[in-house]
């Protein structure tokens, strides 16, 4: 099983960016696809979650910017990133959680996907 997360980079601050995640190996209907991030120097913090049946779940400091959506037929999860700030810039992760939390929590995720680096120049 592979999550592979596609689509970071580098914007200016007030620019758009979508990051793409692929899962491969098995089908994830039954899981939790999530977004984490870490910013240098701090902790991993989740930042948006979908279900299979579609509700969602995204962290208050991303609401109104950030929506989380996901293709079932084609294993794959996605973050469109609005209005980002520097404070977003951070290495951030796919996750797949098989349910453990609502939203899902780091120490829950089943599988992780390497990270792809966000950088949000001001």
């Known amino acids: 099983v592979q999550l592979q997360a596609f689509r970071g980079g580098l914007v200016q601050a007030g620019g758009s960016l979508r990051l793409s995640c692929l899962a491969h190996?098995?089908?994830?209907?039954?899981?939790?696809l999530a977004w984490f991030r870490q910013a240098p120097g701090k902790e991993r913090e989740f930042v948006a979650a979908?279900?299979?049946?579609?509700?969602?779940y995204l962290v208050g400091s991303v609401e109104g910017r950030f929506t989380i959506s996901r293709d079932n037929a084609k294993n794959t999860v996605y973050l469109q990133m609005n209005s980002l700030k520097p404070e977003d810039t951070a290495v951030y992760y796919c996750?797949?959680?098989?349910?453990?939390?609502?939203?899902?929590?780091?120490?829950?995720?089943?599988?992780w996907g390497k990270g792809t680096q966000v950088t949000v120049s001001s």
């Open positions: 996750a797949a959680d098989p349910g453990s939390s609502w939203p899902p929590r780091d120490y829950g995720v089943e599988y």
């Open positions: 190996g098995r089908t994830f209907s039954s899981y939790a």
């Open positions: 979908i279900r299979w049946s579609g509700t969602r």
